[in-house]
């Protein structure tokens, strides 16, 4: 059974950081690419970060690259997203994701490719 359980989230004033974590189980974690997602209420589940099975490749979205950072460890079958300067309109539930047997530089930037879906966890950022 694949699980992937996401930490780190809470609450933290405009301008602060936080570090997610999400941790898989069940797949073999080298041959997956992985991303975090977020859906903030009333809109749809859009793409923060996607990174490919090694870490050669990473996407990251318009509104959060050069303040986030995805990182993966696969010895730890842990991916990161690293959040600084942070934005109340980054608020939303996010989550982490994985799908495997792709190929080793693909990213997979759209939510629809992802098999293996975490339960999410929240970020609220206070003006």
């Known amino acids: 059974q694949v699980q992937l359980v996401e930490s780190g989230g809470g609450l933290v004033q405009a301008g602060g950081s936080l570090r997610l974590s999400c941790a898989v189980s069940?797949?073999?974690?080298?041959?997956?690419?992985t991303g975090w997602f977020r859906q903030a209420p009333g809109k749809e589940r859009e793409t923060v970060a996607s990174i490919s099975r090694f870490g050669g490749n990473s996407y990251y979205a318009d509104s959060v690259k050069g303040r986030f950072t995805i990182s993966r460890d696969n010895a730890k079958n842990t991916v990161y997203l690293q959040m600084n300067s942070l934005k109340p309109e980054d608020t939303a539930v996010y989550y982490c994701a994985t799908t495997d047997y792709v190929a080793a530089g693909y990213t997979g930037p759209s939510p629809s490719v992802y098999k293996y879906w975490g339960q999410g966890t929240q970020v609220t950022v206070s003006s």
């Open positions: 069940g797949v073999s974690f080298s041959l997956c690419a």
